[in-house]
């Protein structure tokens, strides 16, 4: 059951700050030539220099002091730590699965598990797979495919599940699939290639249900699954009474596993997990685990990172946390709105994404619209973004360049890092830029690596003059 409604309409911070970290204002000169000795990529700008990171939601959330009591009591012994159970136990008790293997974040589960499921001739399916999840079945051999329904390609269309998967196109892959050729099928939830989307208990009930009458295995990719759960609450018939606790428990026992990177809705800083049902798929992962992680009680982390993710998935799922989370990114997004911007809507649970190149229509995408937003968003208020667009999905053809489907710029929120004033001030920020928006140049790339090369690109400014009727 939930609590009573709030008589007070103010969402608040459901925490107050025990310990401080810095943050450093730096001029808008100092930014000029900060982004100059850095190409222009927001990968290369230190830290330091950076007062709002909006770079990723990965590995930046704040601990609680929970967490870091339970980091004390860590037991960092190399085989059978009282911290490897208390862990699984949490796990166990979160997803039902019988086997619980710890990993040092989500990529590695991903790794051990299409090295045992993948290979040559498999297809893998999705709703949208994230790039490390298709990374890791490409390297297998196998096939990555996405099948999110339609709407989760627009970025306008409104649509409370965008992270839906197309069932009627999944039930023809698996019809016309060779047997055998399907050795699982994945969920991400939410779905954050495809703008942090949710997924409906529905469309995940009816999932399972297609793979287990197929005999195909179906698998969460649960990184971000209490935003989830918070959103089937919110929006889906039936659940508004139901604590996000009891529906995520509800999504765990629909899936036959899952890979999780504990740096999101595990509240830490670093970690993951495999979480699986079946004895003889556990075996196979263990040794390959032991090969490169570690010991199965530890899998690469030590035992306080293990004590940091049993606290920090209890705490993810409270309720007055997930109320405050879903609606900090909501207000952010509902003023960039205000101002004009055009956004992927409505916003998923842990980001907003802006439609960059709707936004500047005078920057054609070869020229890296959604890199132009990034630079002015950093010259103008130090905050960083990132750039999900040409930069990241483009690549060069004999010479051209291919540009990507879309330029979006990601406004990614570490989970209970920042707060009401400074999401504030991205907004007064923002403003700023959207007034002087016709005025940004775009780029070229001067050097770049051959594969995931937005990482380590190197941009200059392309300069002309812009006609005044823009
Ligand atoms: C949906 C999804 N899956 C997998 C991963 C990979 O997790 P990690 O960065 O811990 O390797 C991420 C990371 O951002 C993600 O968002």
Known sequence: MTDPPDPYHTIIEPFKIKTIEPIRLTSREERHTILRQARYNMFNIHARDILIDFLTDSGTAAMSSEQWAAIMRGDNAYAGSDSFYRFETEVK???????????????AAEHILFSILGGPGKIIPNNTHFDTTRANIEVSGAQ??????????????????????????????LQTAKPDQVPLCMMTITNNSGGGQPVSMQNIRETSELCHRYGVLFFLDACRFAENAYFIKLRERGY???????????????????????KKDGLVNIGGFLGLQDEGL??????????????PTYGGLAGRDLEAIAQGLREVL??????YRIRSVEYLAEHLIRIGYPLVEPPGGHAVYIDARALLPHIPPTQFPGQALCTALYEYGGIR?????????????????????????RLAIPRRAYTQSHIDYVIEVAERVFQARRTFQGFKVIR???????????FEPVYRIYETRL
């Not at 990555?144 to 992270?163: S, T």
């Open 318 to 323: 409270d309720e007055h946390y997930l109320k």
């Open 385 to 409: 973004t990132v750039e999900i667009g040409n930069a990241m999905f483009g690549y060069l053809k004999d010479g051209q360049e291919i540009p990507s489907d879309m330029d979006l710029v």
């Open 240 to 262: 508004q009474n139901h604590s996000p606790s009891d529906i995520a428990h509800e999504m765990f026992r629909l899936s036959d596993g899952c890979t999780m990177s504990a």
């Open 93 to 107: 008790s979160l997803t039902g699965y019988q086997y619980i293997i710890p990993t040092h974040q989500g990529r």
């Open 282 to 295: 556990a075996q196979q992962a263990r040794n390959l685990l032991i090969l490169t992680e570690g010991f």
């Open 448 to 458: 770049q690596a051959p594969i995931l090369r937005h990482f380590t690109m190197e």
């Open 144 to 173: 990555a495919r996405d099948l999110v329904i339609p709407e989760g390609k627009h970025p306008k269309e409104r649509h409370p599940f965008k992270g839906n998967m197309d069932l009627s196109k999944l039930e023809h892959l």
